[in-house]
Structures are given as C-alpha cells and as structure tokens.
C-alpha cells in the first residue's frame, strides 16, 4: 500500500513537473529584463532581429522578475510553426548581467485581456494572463 502511494505521487510531481515551460537554463540569473518598443506596429523581420527599438523600460526587481518568469513558465503554449503572425512591436530582452540569455517578442492585451510571447527560436507562443507591464 505504502509502495503504491509512493508510485502516484512520484507520477503526479512528473507530470505537475512536465506542465513547466522551462525556458531558462537551471543556473541562469536573470538579472534584468529590457523592454523595446518598435516605432512600427508591426516591425520587419531585420528591424526586429537587429532590436533596432527603443528602450522603454528596463525591469531590475528580482520580485517582478520572478513574477514575469514563472508566469512564462506557467504559460499555455503552442506551435507556431505554421502559423502566418506579424511580429510584436516590443521585445523583451532577458539577461543575466550584460549577457542577453533570451529575446521574446512581446503582444500585450491580444485577446479577453491575455498577453502573449513570441519565441522565434524554439516556434512557441506562450499565451499568459495580463502582466500590465506596458504604460500607454
């Protein structure tokens, strides 16, 4: 009897555990998030790799970090690989000190109030609840 509980709950922690979006290295440090906003609402394809945005903000608070990150991870997610999606006008810029770890484009407010990141390199929109981190 012992032996079966042990078996369900170490089941259950796998697959609670596979509900992650891990997208961060175990020993990464996000020390800052940068906020770019594109001047076009929909930016091309060498504007948006080249981040030819403007700051708009720049995240340091290892609380709203966290907060950001474990929203991500927690995200619904899906392929993007065929869909035909125009690029967000803002990135976000993820780093560990001066070191960019991650860029994801950023859509927020898309629909009944979610936001959305893009990750171009991994083809996954990870669909999240407002953050409210864009001033109009």
């Not at 796998?14 to 930016?43: A, V």
């Not at 609380?63 to 125009?86: G, H, L, P, V």
Request: hydrophobic share 35%; aromatic share 6%.
């Amino acid at each position: 009897m012992k032996n079966n509980l042990l078996l369900i709950l170490s089941l259950l922690v796998l697959l609670l555990g596979g509900c992650s979006n891990s997208i961060f290295e175990k020993n990464t440090t996000i020390t800052s998030i940068e906020i770019l906003k594109f001047e076009s609402t929909s930016p091309s394809p060498e504007e948006y790799s080249e981040q030819e945005g403007d700051v708009i903000s720049v995240i340091k608070s290892k609380d709203e970090i966290k907060r950001i990150i474990n929203t991500i991870e927690r995200a619904e997610q899906e392929s993007t690989e065929s869909m035909n999606i125009a690029l967000p006008n803002h990135l976000f810029i993820f780093k560990e000190n001066e070191n960019v770890i991650l860029t994801l484009g950023y859509y927020p407010n898309i629909s009944n109030g979610n936001d959305e990141f893009l990750d171009l390199d991994k083809d996954k929109i990870y669909k999240t609840n407002a953050l409210n981190l864009i001033k109009n």
